[in-house]
């Protein structure tokens, strides 16, 4: 429990709070002035916040979300807010309305994607819906009716435009796709993405409202997150057209094991709620495909898990939380599994001696990559962190994730519900009143 700062019902309070404030009406904005709209995977992890408050209100967040959903089927990265600027870039730099066929005619949206948890949010909806009565019951229960055939497309799109040769891993064509933006991780990768001289002008918003430009990505990051965003806008979104047009294409291994795990949890629902037969058949071989998809890339000793960029031909090694990918998926063999939680707790992440709270660092403090201030270069985060609990929890680890709860409590007990934190100091970074920080102490305490 905290150590300092608030206690548990203060901080439940303090959540409850910030998640009202950045309350717009049918959307949360994923933080206040940083990041004023709806981001895709920010929206599940906040609908999981706000279910133990209001099911109703926890269900309007994802109708929002999915009232965004392209034609094909993809859930886009954001959702903005009507009349809201302060973001860069924005709906004019993107104009998929006006370049590809399947952006819908409604909301302004991004166009490109972030990882697939919504059908973790959906069984906390539908979890939370039975402590209730019937009337509670049937908001979650019709909104399952509602949105079913929409969840599937979702996957489908998933399984099938992002998977097209059948690897059983999600391909990315950006690394804001990961949710993870500058993960060392794909460091290789963009070095490869050369901005060309007609990129069209630009003035980045982010560091306007982080003054300390050692917490954002850097200018030479940005040109190329913006190069590649030119390089989709000439292909129109197309998913066809964007398996050769980009010049950066990673299979990404924790997205595709965040897909296989959330392909489960998703069929296991259809099953419990007499969902069609043929759904949950095809949800339960995506997850099966997926999770092959992901040990494939395991090394055999250690278990770690390794993104495969496309476009090099090979196996990216670095040492961040998604070499835990496979913890999440399940399907090593027990040996490696073993090891692999064994590197997880041990001096190379979570146990390693100077951290301040034994929290998964987004990079291992040890590798060359490492910058302890650096958005997803080396901080703890306290929604990757939910995320491990919740998803050990599932698999039977039931100490492992009061540990990880324990600490992130712990941690959250400043009260500043920090986008991110620097490992060794405990210090809040990025974006303060953060929703989906918010939302994974909620969960906790619930
Ligand atoms: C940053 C994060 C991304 C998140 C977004 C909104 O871009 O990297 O994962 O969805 O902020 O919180």
Known sequence: MPDRGFTPTQLAARA?????????????????????????WDAAFVAVGLAPLSVERAVVELDTLLSAQWRNGMIPHIVYANGVDGYFPGPGRWQCRELADAAPAGPDTSGITQPPVHAIAVQRILDHSRRHGRS?????????????GDLMRWHRWLAHARDPKFDGRITIYHGWESGMDNSPRWDRAYARVTPGPDLPPY????????????????????????WLLEEMRRARYDDYELTTAMSFAVQDVFVSAVFALACDVLSQIGEEHARPR????????????????????????????????????????????????????????????????????????CG?????????????????????????????????????????????????????????????ADGTFAEYYEPFTGEPLGSMQQSWTAASVLDWLG
């Open 278 to 349: 043929a759904d949950v058949r095809e949800l339960s071989e995506w997850a099966d495909r997926f999770r092959s998809g992901v040990i494939a890339t395991a090394d055999a000793r250690s278990g770690a898990a390794r993104d495969f960029d496309l476009r090099a031909d090979r196996l990216v090694h670095t040492e961040t939380s998604a070499m835990f990918a496979p913890l999440l998926c399940g399907g090593l063999p027990r040996d490696a599994e073993r090891q692999l939680l064994r590197t997880f707790e041990g001096p190379r992440f």
């Open 136 to 148: 509670t019951r049937a908001v979650a229960e019709e909104f399952l009716d509602r949105r079913w």
């Open 16 to 40: 409850a709070y910030l998640l009202r404030g950045n309350d717009l009406g049918t959307m949360t904005t994923a933080a206040p002035r940083l990041y004023p709209h709806m981001w895709s």
């Open 352 to 412: 390693h001696p100077d951290l301040r709270y034994a929290l998964p660092p987004s990079t291992s403090p040890v590798s060359g990559d490492f910058r302890a201030r650096e958005y997803w270069r080396g901080p703890v985060w306290p929604v990757l962190s939910w995320l491990f609990s919740w998803a050990f929890a599932r698999r039977g680890w039931a100490e492992r994730a009061a540990t990880l709860r324990t600490e992130g409590l712990r941690q959250a």
């Open 203 to 226: 003035v980045r918003a982010d560091t306007q409202v982080i003054a300390d430009p050692s917490q954002r990505p850097t200018d030479v990051e940005y040109d190329r997150y913006l």
